[in-house]
C-alpha cells in the first residue's frame, strides 16, 4: 500500500504531489485558483462563476491563493487542486490511500473538513493527515533538531525531541517569502506595482530566483554594492519590456535579509534567528546542547546564497559555549513532502491511518 501512497503538501504558496518512496514530488505548481464568470450567465455570484487552476492569462486579474499564512480561506479553491492532483495520480490506481499534511495554524475544524472532501466528495479509501513540520524533521533522518522553516506565507521554528514535538516552544512569525515579493514589487515598480501584471510577476520572481542573496553583514554588503561601479554587474539588472534596462538597488539584492533584520524593511520582528534563538532558550536546559547541534533548515527561502551560513553564524555565535551544526538537504524546498514519503513507509504509523469505514461509522455516532 505504502509504494501507491499519495502524498500532498499543500503549502500558502505551492502545492507538491507524488507518490510515496520517491526522493521528489512529481508534481509541484502554484497554490493557484482562478474564478471567471460563465458567459450564458455572467455575474460575481457563487452560482455564476467557474474555477480552474492557476492564472488565466486572458484575465490574469482573477487568480487568489486559497490557502494564506498556513491557514484555509477558500476550501472550494483546495478541493478544485486535491481534485485535479488525484485525477492525475489515480491514472494507474484508483485505490490509492492519501497522505494530506497539515499546517500547526489549521483551524479546529479544518481537520473534519479534509476528511469531508477526501472521503465524501474525492472517494479515497484511507488518509493520514501528517503535521508539516514534524515531516520535515524525518526528511533529515533526525529524530531530535530544530525545524527552522520559512516559505511562501509563513517562517517557523519547532524544536522535537525523541520525535515529539517542543509545542510550547515553537514560534510562528509572520512574515515568509510573500512578503518579499511585495516588498519587491513596490520597489521595483512603486505607484505603478500591480501583483496581478504578468510582466511584473515574472520580473519579481526572476528577481527574487536569479539576483537576491542573503549577506552576512548587511552593513558591508550596503557598501560594497554603493561602491559597485553602475552597469559593471549583470546581476543588479533587470529589462523591461521595451528592452530598456533598469539597475537594481542594493536592498532589492538583499531583500532576503529582511528574514534577518525585518525592521530594515518595517515588518514585526523577531527575525528568523532570534526565534530560533528563543526557541531553544525556552527548552530545558540539557536539551539545549542536543538541539543547537541539530538545526534543520527548510523551506524554499533556505535556498537563497548565504541563508544557512548566516542562520548557522548567529545561532552559534550567541551558544558559543555549545557545538552548533546545520542540517541542510538539496531539496529542502519540499522536505515537508519527503519526509511524508518516507512515513508512509513506517509500521509506527499505521494506527493513525483513518479508512473510509472507519469516518462512516463516526458519522453514525
Known amino acids: 500500500m505504502a509504494a501507491r501512497t499519495i502524498i500532498i503538501d499543500h503549502g500558502s504558496g505551492f502545492l507538491k504531489s507524488g507518490l510515496a518512496g520517491w526522493n521528489e514530488p512529481q508534481m509541484i505548481f502554484p497554490s493557484i485558483v482562478n474564478y471567471l464568470p460563465c458567459r450564458e450567465n455572467p455575474g460575481p455570484s457563487y ?112 524544536p522535537f525531541h525523541l520525535g515529539r514535538p517542543l509545542r510550547s516552544s515553537a514560534k510562528t512569525l509572520e512574515f515568509a517569502g510573500q512578503d518579499l515579493s511585495a516588498y519587491l514589487f513596490k520597489s521595483l515598480f512603486k505607484e505603478n506595482f500591480n501583483q496581478h501584471n504578468l510582466f511584473q510577476l515574472e520580473t519579481v520572481s526572476n528577481t527574487q530566483m536569479n539576483k537576491c542573496y542573503v549577506p552576512q553583514n548587511l552593513g558591508e554588503a ?103 551544526s546545520i542540517w541542510m538537504g538539496s531539496n529542502r524546498n519540499f522536505s515537508v513532502w519527503l519526509g511524508a514519503s518516507i512515513v508512509a513507509h513506517l509500521s509506527t504509523y499505521k494506527s493513525e491511518w483513518l479508512t473510509k469505514e472507519e469516518y462512516d461509522e463516526s458519522l453514525k455516532l
Not at 130 to 155: F, I, K, P
Not at 306 to 312: E, S
Open 222 to 324: 550596503l557598501d560594497f554594492c554603493q561602491n559597485v561601479p553602475s552597469g559593471s554587474d549583470e546581476n543588479n539588472t533587470y529589462h523591461l519590456p521595451d528592452g530598456t534596462c533598469v539597475e537594481l538597488t542594493p536592498l532589492q539584492r538583499l531583500a532576503p535579509e529582511m528574514f534577518f533584520s525585518p525592521q530594515v524593511f518595517d515588518l514585526q520582528g523577531p527575525s528568523i534567528s532570534q526565534a530560533a534563538v528563543e526557541s531553544i532558550q525556552t527548552c530545558e536546559a540539557a536539551l539545549q546542547p542536543l538541539l543547537v547541534s541539530h538545526l534543520v533548515a527548510c523551506g524554499g527561502n533556505t535556498l537563497y546564497p548565504g541563508f544557512t551560513k548566516r542562520l548557522y553564524r548567529l545561532v552559534a555565535d550567541h551558544f558559543c559555549s555549545m557545538r552548533a
Open 47 to 158: 452560482a455564476r462563476r467557474r474555477v480552474s487552476l492557476g492564472i488565466d492569462m486572458c484575465r490574469p486579474d482573477t487568480f487568489s491563493y486559497p490557502v494564506q499564512r498556513g491557514r484555509v480561506l477558500n476550501w472550494e479553491g483546495v478541493e478544485h487542486l486535491w481534485s485535479f492532483v488525484l485525477e492525475k495520480h489515480r491514472q494507474e490506481h484508483d485505490d490509492s490511500p492519501v497522505m494530506v499534511t497539515e499546517s500547526p495554524r489549521r483551524e479546529p475544524g479544518d481537520r473534519q473538513k479534509t476528511l469531508e472532501i477526501m472521503f465524501e466528495l474525492l472517494d479515497v479509501p484511507s488518509i493520514l493527515l501528517a503535521d508539516q513540520l514534524e515531516m520535515s524533521l524525518y526528511a533529515s533522518g533526525l529524530l531530535t533538531g530544530v525545524v527552522v522553516d520559512s516559505g511562501y506565507g509563513l517562517s517557523r521554528v519547532q
